[in-house]
């Protein structure tokens, strides 16, 4: 096995991972998450309780280093949702920070307390599992789809090698730099770039625990060299330049400001080069493929573009009979196909999700539609599936929220959309029927429900009462004939 983190092995007192006051050098974390690894050895799967703290890195790289397959939760995972993973996931183990509460699903589980330091200091960091191999299973990680509760996406070792490598390659990302972040910690973006990605290159990470402008310009203030956000946080951060100087200046110093998870909106990408003389670059990825291309550290820095495919990712643009795109017109669009290292193996549980979703000749359909410029540049325009909603940054499926809408008394039908948020990228309409007319459902009453049953951010943030759903011919419900009239 090639070792995923070769900081960790020397007894090195360089900074690792920083969450608020609370930090461990690699010599720490090597010994913390060594311990840990021995005693999770053996099992196959290990839930991952993923708070936003230093003990959900701990418990990542000590599974990691253990060859155990991890599974992050989402802390705010409403019953169904977490039901639905933990029976799919079947984790023998739940990591979690001594003290947390556990909701009732996960009280049946074995609970290992993750330490996030050893008592009487550091000892000598035990050996990884010799065992593992790079296809094995490093993370399984939950993403939605149009229809459908979420699949797990398989991850083996050898993708987040190769993806870390490939982003390092792009971004010159060295151990001398210093990432500042305040993702989430159960989804790729947070975890694999915000937190394995400096362990693997030997840097360190700070993260702010909730994402805050003072906290980033805090940390970029002070040393800190990049920043990785979502473009909810470049537009707050967009909008809070002109009233926060400490903030234009920090940002101004950082060495490389990345966007990713969703679409930059121009206007954010040049409010934020005006007030403080850098260019954000964005990166496309996806859950089933990690990194697929970025704008380079060293390539011009166009708003509007994801930039270049990365070292070791082939990417094609299709029609949709199948057919090649070879012009780089910045004009004809079709579906970017990825192949490469940096891909999941497949759905956990389901082949027939992980067979719809690679082409005959094996090429990953991200459902992602674009055009490339000449200079091989790529532009996302949109997306092939509309039941898919980008809000902050999280992948929501239509589906899931309608079903779920769909759980509650006062509804009799229900349909979702997302419609364009200035904030959010996309907010999560919801369009409803009401069972009684006369006393329907209120909008807090379906946000609290969905939220509870799923999770926050899967929340409608509007709903409508109609008293029938538009349906054509056969039945089906006319999304597109959906507005406020
Ligand atoms: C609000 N809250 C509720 C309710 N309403 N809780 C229960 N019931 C309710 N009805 C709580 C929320 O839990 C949250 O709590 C707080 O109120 C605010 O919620 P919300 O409005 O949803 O948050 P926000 O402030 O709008 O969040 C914006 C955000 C967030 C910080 C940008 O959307 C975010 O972290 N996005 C990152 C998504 C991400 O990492 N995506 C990567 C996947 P509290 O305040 O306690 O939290 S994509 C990916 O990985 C691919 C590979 C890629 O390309 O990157
Ligand atoms: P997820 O399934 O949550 O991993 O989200 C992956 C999706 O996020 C991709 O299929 C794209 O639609 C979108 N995405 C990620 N990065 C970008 C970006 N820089 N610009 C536009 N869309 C993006």
Do not use: C
Not at 77 to 104: C, F, N, Q, R, Y
Not at 379 to 404: C, P, Q
Not at 444 to 450: G, I
Request: net charge negative.
């Amino acid at each position: 096995m090639s070792l995923l983190f070769p900081a960790l092995e020397g007894p090195s007192e360089q900074p690792a991972l920083q969450f608020g006051d609370r930090s461990l050098t690699y010599a720490e974390l090597g010994a913390v998450a060594g311990a840990l690894a021995e005693r999770i050895a053996g099992a196959e799967r290990v839930a991952v309780w993923a708070t936003p703290a230093l003990e959900t890195a701990v418990a990542v790289v000590a599974a990691l280093r253990a060859g155990v397959a991890a599974v992050p939760l989402n802390p705010k995972s409403g019953e169904k949702e977490l039901g639905h993973i933990l029976s799919d996931s079947t984790p023998s183990l739940v990591l979690a920070a001594p003290g947390d509460e556990l909701p009732l699903p996960l009280r049946d589980l074995e609970r290992v307390d993750v330490p996030a330091a050893l008592p009487g200091g550091a000892t000598p960091t035990p050996a990884p599992s010799p065992s593992v191999g790079d296809e094995d299973p490093a993370l399984i990680v939950y993403t939605s789809g149009t229809t459908g509760p979420p699949k797990g996406a398989v991850i083996p070792r050898r993708a987040i090698a190769s993806t870390l490598d490939a982003l390092a390659d792009a971004w010159q990302w060295t151990g001398d730099d210093v990432l500042v972040h305040g993702l989430p910690l159960f989804h790729v973006h947070g975890l694999v770039l915000g937190i394995l990605g400096p362990l693997r290159r030997g840097g360190s990470v700070r993260h702010l625990g909730r994402f805050g402008t003072e906290g980033v310009a805090r940390e970029l203030n002070g040393g800190a060299t990049m920043l990785f956000g979502v473009p909810t946080m470049y537009h707050r951060i967009a909008q809070a330049l002109a009233g926060e100087p400490e903030l234009a200046k920090a940002l101004g110093r950082a060495r490389l400001l990345v966007s990713g998870s969703a679409a930059l909106p121009v206007h954010d990408h040049e409010r934020i080069t005006a007030a403080t003389g850098r260019r954000v670059i964005e990166r496309y990825g996806m859950t089933e493929t990690l990194m697929n291309t970025s704008v380079r550290a060293d390539g011009e820095a166009r708003a509007g573009t994801v930039g270049v495919p990365l070292p070791g990712v082939e990417l094609r643009l299709m029609e949709e009979d199948g057919s090649p795109i070879t012009s780089y017109d910045s004009e004809t669009v079709g579906e970017i196909q990825v192949r490469g290292p940096n891909l999941f193996t497949g759905y956990l549980n389901r082949p027939d999700a992980t067979e719809a979703a690679f082409t005959a000749d094996g090429w990953f359909r991200t459902g992602d539609m674009a055009v490339r410029d000449p200079d091989g540049y790529v532009r996302i325009v949109g997306r092939k599936a509309t039941d898919l909603i980008k809000s902050g940054g999280y992948k929501i499926g239509a589906g899931e929220i309608e079903n779920a809408l769909l759980e509650h008394p006062g509804v009799r039908e229900a349909a979702v959309t997302g419609e364009p948020d200035e904030d959010l990228g996309e907010r999560i309409v919801a369009w409803v029927v009401p069972a009684d007319p006369q006393s329907p459902p209120t909008a807090e009453e379906l946000a609290d429900h969905v939220a509870n049953r799923l999770a926050p951010h899967k929340r409608p943030r509007v709903v409508h009462h109609l008293s029938a759903l538009p349906r054509n011919d056969m039945g089906k419900i006319m999304k597109r004939a959906l507005n406020r009239d």
